[in-house]
C-alpha cells in the first residue's frame, strides 16, 4: 500500500482554489498576503465574520467579497490550532462576533456560507463552540472534520468531552472503508488534516482513545509522517512524547503515548 500523501488526497482543496480563481480570487493577494502574522490573519477571518454576521442573509455574497487570497481560505479550511488559538484571542470593536448567542449557530449553519461556521468554531465563548459542535452533525468530513478534530482537544472539558467522541466515530467510518480489500490509495484531505492535528502528546493527556483512534487510522492508510518532521522537526516531536511520557502518571495515557512513538518511529517518512 502506498504512504497516504495528498497528491491525491488534495481533491477537495484544489477544487476551492478553482472556484475561488473563478471568482476573481488571486492565490496571494496584498491584503491577506504571505508576509501577514497568525494574529493579523486571525482578526481579518474575526472582522469578515462580524461583518457577514450583521446581514445573514447576505453573508455568502460578503463573504465571497472580502476574500483577497485563495491561499487564506484554503489555510482557514484546515485551521491549524495556531490560528484557531489566535481567532480566539482576537479583541477589537466586532460586537456582532463578541455578542453571538449560541442559538444562533444553526443559522449560521444554514444560511450562511460554510467559511462563517469554519471560524465560528474558534469562537471565545464556550457555549458557542459547543453549539457549533452540535450542528456538525448535518456536515459532512470535508466541510468541517479538521474543525471539529480542534474541538475534540479544546481547553474547555465540556466542549472536548462532547466533540471528541464524534470524531472516533468518523474516524471509525474512515478505518472500516481503508480496513476492507478495496482500501482507496490515500486519505482524503481533511482526514489527513485531522489527524495529523491530533497525533501529539497533548491528545494522549486530554483523550488518549482518540489518539489512539488516529494511530490505527494512519496505521491501516499507511500514513506518511508529516513535513514538519523533516529537517529534526521528528527528532523534537520524539522528545515532546518522551518528557510527556516521563511526566505522565494515567497508565491509559502513557499506553496511548507509547503507541505514539511506536507509529513514528515505523511511520513512512514524509
Given amino acids: ?10 481533491i477537495e482543496v484544489v477544487g476551492m482554489a478553482v472556484r ?25 477571518f474575526v472582522r469578515r465574520t462580524d461583518e457577514s454576521l450583521r446581514d445573514l442573509d447576505r453573508a455568502e455574497e460578503l463573504w465571497v467579497a472580502s476574500i483577497r487570497s485563495s491561499t487564506e481560505e484554503i489555510r482557514l479550511h484546515g485551521l491549524p490550532i495556531e490560528l484557531d488559538t489566535a481567532i480566539r484571542k482576537v479583541s477589537g470593536p466586532f460586537e456582532r462576533w463578541t455578542n453571538l448567542d449560541p442559538s444562533e449557530v444553526e443559522a449560521v449553519r444554514q444560511r450562511g456560507p460554510i467559511n462563517l ?41 465540556q466542549v472536548r468531552q462532547l466533540a ?18 478495496d482500501a482507496p490509495a490515500a486519505l482524503p484531505t481533511s482526514v489527513h488534516i485531522a489527524i495529523n492535528k491530533l497525533l501529539v502528546p497533548q491528545t494522549a493527556k ?28 521528528k527528532a523534537k516531536m520524539l522528545q515532546r512524547c518522551n518528557a510527556t511520557l516521563q511526566a505522565s502518571s494515567e497508565p491509559e495515557s502513557r499506553a496511548a503515548l507509547e503507541g505514539l512513538i511506536g507509529y513514528f518511529n515505523q511511520s513512512p517518512p514524509a
Avoid at 1 to 10: A, E, L, N, Q, W
Wanted: glycine share 8%; aromatic share 4%; proline share 7%.
Fill in 1 to 10: 500500500m502506498r504512504p497516504s500523501t495528498y497528491v491525491v488526497t488534495g
Fill in 20 to 44: 475561488l480563481a473563478n471568482l476573481g480570487v488571486r492565490p496571494g493577494g496584498s491584503t491577506m498576503g504571505r508576509s501577514m502574522t497568525t494574529e493579523d490573519r486571525a482578526t481579518a
Fill in 117 to 157: 461556521l469554519w471560524v465560528i468554531s474558534a469562537h471565545p465563548s464556550g457555549r458557542v463552540r459547543e453549539a457549533f459542535v452540535h450542528q456538525t452533525e448535518h456536515l459532512a468530513n470535508d466541510r468541517i472534520l479538521p474543525h471539529l478534530a480542534n474541538r475534540s482537544i479544546d481547553f474547555v472539558p
Fill in 164 to 181: 471528541s467522541p464524534l470524531v472516533m466515530a468518523r474516524l471509525d467510518d474512515v478505518l472500516a472503508e481503508y480496513s476492507g480489500p
Fill in 206 to 233: 486530554l483523550s488518549p482513545q482518540l489518539l489512539q483512534r488516529c494511530i490505527d487510522v494512519a496505521k491501516t492508510a499507511n500514513m506518511a509522517q508529516p513535513r514538519s518532521f523533516r529537517g529534526g522537526g
